[in-house]
């Protein structure tokens, strides 16, 4: 398991563009984002599974899409701008 400091700073396989303007690049990026949800955002079953997920140190690629879930369920992932692959 990594350290805490080392865990956070990790890319994300690939930056998740928000419809407000903002980009979550890092682990890091993904948690503040988290934190700063609405209790009602914070309590959804997605949600739910991505802060399990960060907490038990999964890894990125697991985490980020749990994320990822999370805001496409939210509506709030801007699809328009997630690369092809």
């Known amino acids: 398991m990594l350290r805490p400091a080392l865990y956070l700073s990790q890319k994300l396989p690939r930056p998740l563009v928000t ?5 979550l690049r890092t682990v890091l ?23 399990e997920l960060l ?5 990125v690629a697991d985490f ?8 496409f369920y939210d509506a709030k992932l801007d699809v328009s701008k997630v690369p092809a692959k």
Do not use: F, I, N, P
Request: no cysteine; aromatic share 4%.
């Open 19 to 23: 419809k407000d303007g903002g980009t």
């Open 55 to 59: 907490l038990d140190g999964a890894t």
């Open 29 to 51: 990026d993904a948690r503040t984002y988290m934190l700063a949800l609405s209790k009602a955002r914070e309590h959804r079953s997605q949600w739910q599974r991505a802060a």
């Open 64 to 71: 980020s899409k749990a994320v990822e879930l999370a805001r």
